[in-house]
């Protein structure tokens, strides 16, 4: 008859028993989490996974005409782009440089059948504009070129493409990538075809005779 009351009792302090080891299992799991490294946040102590920081040059700015006067001071007198192009109504048609009239006759031209237009804002000259005919800086002219010269960008964001200036070592100094326009001229980007002027100086690519044989 005793056992009964005692069995009881039991189930009424199982709760009050449960609820405790039940927090200190939580307490337990949530610190063996904040134990594991956090791969998304890593600390500020270790080292950034790009161990190679390089920035891409950008040009200045809308470039300037040269007008071939100089100032007071002798100091050359430059254009803006806006200066002639805010009176003059845009020419779609326009693609070479021998059919302007009265600046850049000079320029040379030869970028397919791409017009002035294709790239320059008729909005407004201080700035290109994309395909879908939305305006860009001057200074975003790689997102301008990417946009039909895709292989190249992405040989260019594997390093296959472009060229480096600055210092191999970062400790020494900054490192920094050149952009399109930097090497391509961005009206004739197409480099003209050279033939080197000295072959290798290899002795096995020499014609064998009897004095090769002795050196």
């Known amino acids: ?13 199982t709760p009050l028993i449960a609820i405790p080891v039940l927090a ?14 956090d791969v ?9 996974l790009d161990l190679h920081p390089v920035v891409i040059r950008k040009p200045a700015g809308p470039p300037t005409i040269d007008t071939g006067q100089l100032d007071s001071a002798g100091q050359p007198v430059v254009a803006n782009c806006t200066t ?22 000079g320029l040379t031209t030869n970028h397919g059948d ?31 070129c990417a946009q039909c010269h895709g292989p190249q960008y992405k040989d260019y964001q ?20 050149n952009n399109c326009i930097d090497c391509h001229d961005p009206h004739a980007p197409q480099f003209p075809k050279l033939m080197p002027v000295l072959r290798p100086n290899d002795r096995f690519l020499r014609p064998s005779s009897s004095e090769d044989a002795h050196e």
């Open 84 to 105: 002639c192009h805010t009176t003059k109504v845009p020419n779609p048609r326009l693609v070479h440089g021998k059919d302007l009239v009265d600046f850049h006759q």
């Open 1 to 13: 008859m005793s056992r009964k009351p005692v069995k009881r009792a039991w189930l009424a302090w």
């Open 114 to 144: 791409r017009s002035c237009l294709s790239c320059h804002n008729p909005d407004d000259y201080n700035r290109l504009r994309l395909a879908d005919g939305k305006p860009v800086a001057f200074t975003e002219v790689m997102t301008l």
């Open 40 to 48: 998304e946040n890593p600390p500020a102590s270790q080292p950034p």
């Open 24 to 37: 200190v299992a939580v307490v337990m799991a949530s610190q063996a989490l904040s134990d594991k490294p």
């Open 158 to 177: 594997h390093g296959a493409h472009g060229g480096m200036t600055g210092h191999w070592d970062l400790t020494k100094g900054p490192r920094a990538r």
